[in-house]
């Protein structure tokens, strides 16, 4: 066969995916229907939130410290910074959803960490007007990647290693042969044979794998740039990341990175679903009103001007997690879809995850039970 797997979408997944092939040997081919990179999908907008005390489940901190080692191993390979870290702030009520995760995996897991309460988050970080009875979660290994150049490095990488990489084409199908026996795969450009599959589509993955439809659903997001009145303090150096639980919901922010503003947004924003190919891309009055209310109540001097507003898609299964497994009937074929707008952070270790489950007898060493498909159905 011309190759060993074939790689469905090169975005932040993607891109981790081939290079991780393409380094154990193996022949590989990548085939994006966008640009490289591009901003169509989930992973444009400059930067994404790296963490390790993950409230969402303990679970995810093994996957995490395993992520964190393989982003210095692609910083080591191309000579490219894409990770960053000043620290990450998880907070909210004490009961709430995101101290109390928060709190619980850092404490399973022995990560260090401080606990503070919204008033010394304050006097800490001045960019941030906390209430003062909230709880914090402080973590100095927090921070973020800058997810556009760590897509660039990874199909650098994969290409260095002898990927096959093709972008602006577009998969029309595939089709898996009887008894496990590989693959063939149609695009608006070629026909192209495999032994093996792997679809991380992205927005797009229930196109490409129809019983993921109604599991896989993609959500508009809206990210928005405000110039802060007092830019000294949201520099990386005075500014960490955040996760922020508060009445009006669970938001999410930076400091200013590349874009000369103070970036954030609201997690499923305003709730619009809709299939990939209808996502409305536009940014309106109510998106900008919605992030600045909430600006302007927690972070009072980063209200300046607008300097940015853009759209990206969240991926959501119902509970959340992530998918990475084998089809159920097609074993020769391997589904990701981790999104649920919390998936950038792992692109470096599901890649491995990724090769590991198309390579060899299909198993992994890393701890992904809890991500299987069967969850689902």
Same mark, same amino acid.
């Given at each position: 066969?011309?190759?060993?797997?074939?790689?469905?979408? +090169?975005?932040?997944?993607g891109s981790?995916?081939?290079w991780q092939?393409?380094?154990?040997?193996?022949?590989?081919?990548?085939?994006?229907?966008?640009?490289?990179?591009?901003?169509?999908?989930?992973?444009?907008?400059v930067?994404?939130?790296?963490?390790? &005390?993950?409230?969402?489940?303990?679970?995810?901190? &093994?996957?995490?410290?395993?992520?964190?080692?393989?982003?210095?191993?692609?910083?080591?390979?191309?000579?490219?910074?894409?990770?960053?870290?000043?620290?990450?702030?998880?907070?909210?009520?004490?009961?709430?959803? +995101?101290?109390?995760?928060?709190?619980?995996?850092?404490?399973?897991h022995?990560?260090?960490?401080?606990?503070?309460?919204?008033?010394?988050?304050?006097?800490?970080?001045?960019?941030?007007?906390?209430?003062?009875?909230?709880? $914090?979660?402080?973590?100095?290994q927090?921070?973020?990647?800058?997810?556009?150049? $760590?897509?660039?490095?990874?199909?650098? !990488?994969?290409?260095?290693?002898?990927a096959?990489?093709?972008?602006?084409?577009?998969v029309?199908?595939?089709?898996?042969?009887?008894?496990?026996?590989?693959v063939?795969?149609?695009?608006?450009r070629?026909?192209?044979?495999?032994?093996?599959l792997?679809?991380? !589509?992205?927005?797009?993955? $229930?196109?490409?794998?129809?019983?993921l439809?109604?599991?896989?659903?993609?959500?508009?997001?809206?990210?928005?740039?405000?110039?802060?009145?007092? &830019?000294?303090?949201?520099?990386?150096?005075?500014? &960490?990341?955040f996760?922020?639980?508060?009445g009006?919901?669970?938001?999410?922010?930076?400091?200013?990175?590349?874009?000369?503003g103070?970036?954030?947004?609201?997690?499923?924003?305003?709730?619009?679903?809709?299939?990939?190919?209808?996502?409305r891309?536009?940014?309106?009055?109510?998106?900008?009103?919605l992030?600045r209310?909430?600006?302007?109540?927690?972070?009072?001097?980063?209200?300046?001007?607008?300097? $940015?507003?853009r759209?990206?898609?969240?991926?959501?299964?119902?509970?959340?997690?992530? +998918?990475l497994?084998?089809?159920?009937?097609?074993?020769?074929?391997?589904?990701?879809?981790?999104?649920?707008?919390?998936?950038?952070?792992?692109?470096?270790?599901?890649?491995?995850?990724?090769?590991?489950?198309?390579?060899?007898?299909?198993?992994?060493?890393h701890?992904?039970d809890?991500?299987?498909?069967?969850?689902?159905?």
């Amino acid at each position: 066969m011309a190759f060993d797997v074939i790689v469905v979408g +090169i975005g932040g997944m993607g891109s981790a995916t081939a290079w991780q092939l393409a380094r154990r040997g193996q022949r590989v081919l990548g085939l994006e229907r966008f640009d490289i990179p591009h901003t169509m999908g989930s992973s444009h907008g400059v930067t994404r939130i790296i963490r390790l &005390p993950y409230y969402e489940d303990p679970a995810y901190v &093994p996957l995490l410290r395993r992520a964190y080692a393989l982003w210095r191993e692609l910083e080591a390979a191309t000579g490219d910074r894409v990770l960053v870290t000043h620290g990450s702030i998880d907070a909210g009520p004490e009961d709430g959803e +995101i101290f109390h995760g928060a709190l619980a995996s850092a404490q399973l897991h022995g990560l260090e960490h401080t606990v503070l309460t919204g008033a010394e988050v304050n006097d800490r970080y001045p960019g941030y007007r906390l209430p003062s009875r909230h709880r $914090a979660i402080f973590q100095p290994q927090g921070g973020y990647l800058l997810s556009e150049r $760590a897509i660039v490095a990874h199909v650098r !990488a994969a290409q260095a290693a002898g990927a096959e990489i093709h972008a602006r084409e577009q998969v029309l199908g595939w089709e898996a042969r009887p008894g496990g026996e590989g693959v063939v795969v149609t695009t608006d450009r070629g026909r192209y044979e495999a032994g093996r599959l792997i679809l991380t !589509a992205g927005a797009w993955m $229930a196109d490409l794998a129809p019983l993921l439809a109604g599991v896989a659903v993609p959500e508009r997001q809206v990210l928005a740039w405000l110039q802060p009145q007092a &830019p000294a303090l949201f520099t990386p150096e005075r500014f &960490p990341v955040f996760n922020l639980e508060v009445g009006e919901g669970r938001y999410y922010g930076f400091p200013v990175v590349e874009v000369p503003g103070f970036k954030f947004g609201r997690y499923h924003h305003r709730a619009e679903h809709m299939p990939a190919e209808a996502m409305r891309r536009e940014v309106d009055a109510a998106d900008e009103a919605l992030l600045r209310a909430f600006a302007e109540r927690y972070f009072p001097q980063g209200t300046g001007p607008t300097m $940015a507003l853009r759209a990206c898609i969240f991926t959501n299964t119902p509970d959340e997690h992530f +998918i990475l497994d084998h089809h159920p009937a097609h074993p020769q074929v391997v589904l990701a879809s981790p999104c649920s707008g919390h998936g950038y952070k792992f692109c470096s270790v599901v890649g491995e995850v990724l090769a590991d489950l198309a390579t060899g007898d299909g198993s992994t060493r890393h701890g992904i039970d809890f991500l299987r498909l069967a969850r689902l159905q």
